[in-house]
């Protein structure tokens, strides 16, 4: 699924506008290419997060990110489970819990 595919099927539930293949694709690679906004020719500008134009572009924005934390976080001898770790891990003993004071967390 690419970003372009989940925006022509959302228009189509939300709004029951249809795109043909690939035209929603073709119109924003054609606008995000032109320097010049509407009939009046006004420069276009972009402001975008990292995190937008991973999404724009379809490009994998956390790859290697997680590895890159757990890296620095023992370069600073800063404890850490690696929780995506493949096997069994033993991150301590477990404590004894009074369960009499045990208070669960209550969601009102």
């Known amino acids: 699924c690419t970003v372009h595919s989940f925006f022509t099927e959302y228009f189509h539930r939300k709004f ?10 073709a119109y924003i690679s054609e606008v995000m290419d032109d320097p010049n906004c ?15 134009q991973a999404f ?8 290697d990110q997680y590895d890159e934390l757990l890296n ?12 995506l770790a493949d096997g069994d891990q033993d991150i301590g003993r477990a404590l004894d819990l009074e369960w009499d004071r045990v208070k669960l967390y209550d969601d009102p």
């Open 38 to 52: 509407g009939t009046g020719g006004i420069p276009r500008v972009y402001l975008l997060s990292p995190h937008v």
């Open 56 to 63: 724009l572009l379809n490009s994998p924005f956390f790859e």
């Open 72 to 83: 620095a976080m023992r370069t600073y001898n800063l404890p850490v489970n690696d929780v």
């Open 16 to 25: 029951q506008i249809s795109f043909e293949k690939h035209a929603l694709h």
